[in-house]
């Protein structure tokens, strides 16, 4: 749990009915962040056109609340799209310690999660040795709908969390 969290803790614990409180803004606060997911752009493989499309008007994940944006420090997650080298790696570890909390990873592809077809190659890296993955999206490369489909999974991990302290306390 974070410091400002613990701080809040103890300064409500003592109010009747603070249980409540906690659960109450823990509830609007994840449906609030479950909708507003600002991906990092990450893309470096041959899945990325499958990412596109799921942008498009087609697909439109931006509908989900989805919103790709270029600044990784208003950025609460990272979609890897593609093959990973060592050297990007270490790039998106980089970004990954630039955003603030909460954050999430999502690999989409065979590649960002197990090497793909580069399994046997000296530069190719599952993206979870250097990032903790939050959701795996399967397939070389995955449709549009296996995405969404991974989207909408990381958004019911957001909705579940507790982060005023009630559950995880
Ligand atoms: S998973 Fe397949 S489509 Fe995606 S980057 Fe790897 S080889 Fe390309």
Redesign the pocket.
Known sequence: MQEETKELRRNLDFLPGSKQVYSLVDYVAGWARKYSIWPIHFVT???SPEFMQTMGSEYDMERLGVLPFASVRQCDCIMVV??VSRKMALRVKYLYEQMGEPKYVVSI???PTGK??FYDSYAAVAVDEYVPVDVYIPG??PRPEAIIHGVMLLQEKIRKERRIGVRNA
């Open positions: 493989g041959c899945c593609g093959v592809g065979a590649c793909g077809p070389c490369p």
